[in-house]
Every structure is written in structure tokens, then in C-alpha cells.
């Protein structure tokens, strides 16, 4: 259980507990990378982290936040590594080599608390190379995808069993015993901290990608609850996407789809009302779109056109169609049509074809789309999705097929599990004639 996880703050300890949950949410990766590059075990990393977060909620609601709040955690994270290592066997040789990289003082001081004017134990160089590492670790092939998004949270993103837990609905229990699975399937896997070699990387980089992808389209759209967005969830990944296209400059799925999430996240501001309810898109105040984010990611999709588009890099494409339009008319649906028909060819998918039938209505019309649509419910390509009879349920209104669009929409409604999202479909059943 993280030391951040508690119920509240030990007496006194308010200050200090926003100073530390500042500290390791911006600065968690780097240390829980740092600690794996020290010890060579990701397990033992992530356990002598949580001590120092511990600790420091006590030593420093005592004696005030030190001046060098990360090389403290370090230092302390350190030490209960050398004590790890200690208590398994004094005569071992990696605790002696461990012990040699710490100078005489903090030898002799054993578990005391370091200087607040400590250098940070870690080489600047190598920082990037670090993180970079900590990612390819907690996206492993060897673990379950959704190990993967519980552990890449945890570690990379610095967040909470029950921050996690809350953001995708399962109960904090689950959370912990995913991530404490995932590290030990590493651990027993094996598994280097280190990057792939340059010839696997790209591979193992799409598993990378996906993750955070799985983690935005949460905060974007969640599956269920009151909320519409997680704009807290879809943050962590837009900050790890950017970290990522600082760290590979020359991986033009990695800017496609930074720039994809930066486009998305520009219309949040008007994808709800003030009661939290759902805002359609033809509905949509176009004047709260974030222009910096749109600015930042079509600056990132340029980025990603130099060497052509992927999956990611075309979908930022249709979302860069949406951030230019003035509306929902003057759309460049014919474009959109093209793009998702080359995503269909790279990345086929029947949510690719189900929002290919969207565009084909407005750019052709609602029968073409409803054929495309038709298909996929006969091949039953999208069972228990509210998606599919959602759509169905809006192309047969447009063709005055209004009994059985009520069908559809109510259906949709039933197996929609987001409060603001059924909402809207039961408004739109009980609207028709």
C-alpha cells in the first residue's frame, strides 16, 4: 500500500503531506527510476520509495520540508535499500558494492536523515534514458494490459492505489493486487531495467503507446460513473506523452499521438454543461475550445507528418479536421471519411468502421452509413456496446425511421454504464414522435 494512500495525514502533517504529494507527483518517476538503476531490482525500487514518502510525512512535518526535497527522498530510499540488502546477507556482494557508492557520513549514519544540501544521486544524463526504461518495465509484453496501465500510473505517473482505483471504478484492493502482480511477474520474469535494444524497441514501444492510450481514452470518455470526462486521468497521460516525444524526438507515432491527445483535450472545456451533463459536439460552444491546446497539437502533428502517419498520427488528423472547423457544417467530413479509411486499412478495428459510418453519414448521407453499421451488427462485431445501437438508433432518425431509432436509443441507454452519456440517449428516445 503506497504511504500516500491512507486514510488522512498523521496529526500535524497536512503541509507536509501537500509538500510530499507535490514532490513525488512530479518528480516520482525520476526517482522511482533512479532507485531501479541503483538496486537492479524495479520491485525493491518502487518498495524503498513508498518508506522515504512514509518518512518524510513524519521527519518533515517535524522539522519542516527539506531543502532539496528530492535528493532527501533518494538518500532515504537508498539507505532502506542498503538495509534491504543488509539484512538478507552482510557479506554480499552487491550490498558491497551498493555501500561503496555512499559516501563515509551516510555510512556511519546508517538510516538518519540526509543533509538538505545533498547533491541528487543520480547522473542528469542519464535521467531521460531512466524514465525511458521505467516505461518499457511497466508496459512489459509479459504483463497483462491492465497490470500495465495500474503499474504505469503508479510508477511513471506517481499516482495513487486510490487515485487509480477511483479512476476506473474498481475497488482499491484490486488496484493493489494488480500492481503488486505486475512486480512480481517482472521480478520472476526477470525482466532488465534497461531500454530494448535499438531493434526491439519499436516494437515494444507500441505496447508503450497503447497504454497511454488506454489510459486517455478513460479520462476522454469513462465507461461508467457520474462523470462524463476524468480531465485528472487524461491529464497524467497528456504529462506522459509529452515526456515521451522529449525522450524519442524522431518517433512519429509518438507525436501523433501526443498531438492526438492535446486535440481531444482542447474540447473538453465545452463537452459539458454545468451540471456535468453531456454536451454534443453540434451543440458545443466552439469559443471554449483551448486554443493553446489545439496550437500545441497541431505543432505536434506537423511533427508527426515528416515521415507519415500511423494510427495515432491519423486519428490526430480527424481530430485536427474538428479543431479547424467553425462548426459542425462546415467540417471537412470527406477528409475525415479518407482518414478513417486509411486507419481501417492500418489498424482495422470495428470502433474504426463505426466511426467511419459517422463520417460517411455526414458527408453522404444516413442510408450508406446505416449499411455500414448494418454490417457490423450482423457479423456482431461490437457485442454489449452501447456504440453500435447508439449510432443506429441517430441514422434512422435522420431517415424518419423514428420507431425503431427508439428501440436503438433506449437499448443504447440500457447497456450504457456513464450516467451523462445514457442521460442523453433516454432524452433522445423520449424526443421522437
Not at 512489459?140 to 492505489?161: C, I
Not at 505496447?207 to 478513460?218: A, D, K, M, P
Not at 508527426?304 to 467530413?333: E, F, M, N, R
Request: contains cysteine; glycine residues 8%.
Amino acid at each position: 500500500m503506497s504511504a500516500l494512500d491512507s486514510d488522512g495525514p498523521p496529526p500535524g502533517s497536512e503541509a507536509a503531506r501537500r509538500a510530499v504529494e507535490a514532490v513525488w507527483r512530479i518528480e516520482s518517476a525520476r526517482i522511482v527510476a533512479a532507485l531501479t538503476r541503483f538496486t537492479g531490482d524495479f520491485e525493491l525500487a518502487e518498495d524503498v520509495a513508498q518508506e522515504a514518502v512514509a518518512e518524510a510525512l513524519v521527519s518533515w512535518a517535524r522539522d519542516g520540508a527539506p531543502d532539496n526535497p528530492v535528493g532527501w527522498l533518494l538518500s532515504t530510499a537508498r539507505r532502506r535499500a542498503i538495509d534491504s540488502f543488509r539484512r538478507r546477507s552482510t557479506r554480499d556482494d552487491r550490498y558491497a558494492a551498493l555501500a561503496g557508492q555512499l559516501t563515509e557520513g551516510e555510512a556511519a549514519a546508517g538510516a538518519v536523515a540526509p543533509q538538505p544540501h545533498e547533491e541528487l544521486p543520480w547522473d542528469p544524463d542519464r535521467i531521460d534514458d531512466d524514465i525511458l526504461a521505467l516505461m518499457f518495465v511497466a508496459c512489459h509484453p509479459v504483463l497483462a494490459p491492465e497490470a500495465k496501465v495500474a503499474l504505469t500510473l503508479r510508477t511513471v505517473g506517481g499516482l495513487s492505489s486510490e487515485e487509480i482505483a477511483r479512476a476506473f471504478l474498481v475497488p482499491v484492493p484490486t488496484i493493489q493486487a494488480r500492481i503488486t502482480r505486475a512486480k512480481k511477474t517482472i521480478a520472476a520474469a526477470r525482466v532488465p531495467f534497461e531500454l530494448p535494444p535499438a531493434q526491439d524497441r519499436k516494437g515494444r514501444l507500441g505496447g508503450v503507446l497503447s497504454v497511454l492510450y488506454v489510459i486517455f481514452t478513460e479520462g476522454s470518455t469513462a465507461t461508467a460513473g457520474d462523470n462524463l470526462l476524468r480531465t485528472d486521468l487524461a491529464s497524467e497521460a497528456i504529462r506522459l506523452a509529452r515526456m515521451l516525444s522529449a525522450m524519442l524526438p524522431g518517433e512519429p507515432e509518438v507525436h501523433g499521438l501526443l498531438a492526438l491527445f492535446e486535440l481531444t483535450a482542447a474540447r473538453f472545456p465545452a463537452r459539458t454543461g454545468p451540471d456535468g451533463e453531456a454536451v454534443l459536439l453540434e451543440d458545443q460552444d466552439r469559443r471554449l475550445w483551448d486554443r493553446s491546446a489545439i496550437r500545441r497539437g497541431l505543432a505536434a502533428f506537423g511533427a508527426a507528418s515528416k515521415k507519415g502517419l500511423g494510427p495515432y498520427g491519423l486519428q490526430a488528423g480527424i481530430a485536427a479536421c474538428h479543431a479547424a472547423a467553425p462548426s459542425v457544417a462546415d467540417t471537412d467530413w470527406d477528409r475525415i471519411v479518407l482518414l478513417y479509411e486509411a486507419l481501417g486499412r492500418i489498424a482495422p478495428s470495428p470502433v474504426v468502421e463505426l466511426n467511419r459510418a459517422v463520417a460517411v453519414a455526414m458527408a453522404s448521407g444516413p442510408q450508406r452509413a446505416l449499411d455500414i453499421v448494418d454490417d457490423l451488427v450482423a457479423t456482431d462485431r461490437l457485442p454489449g456496446s452501447h456504440l453500435l445501437p447508439g449510432v443506429r438508433g441517430e441514422l434512422l432518425i435522420r431517415l424518419g425511421r423514428t420507431a425503431e431509432a427508439r428501440a436503438e436509443l433506449e437499448l443504447a441507454a440500457r447497456l450504457c454504464r456513464n450516467a451523462p452519456e445514457r442521460a442523453v440517449l433516454l432524452r433522445k428516445a423520449e424526443a421522437l414522435p
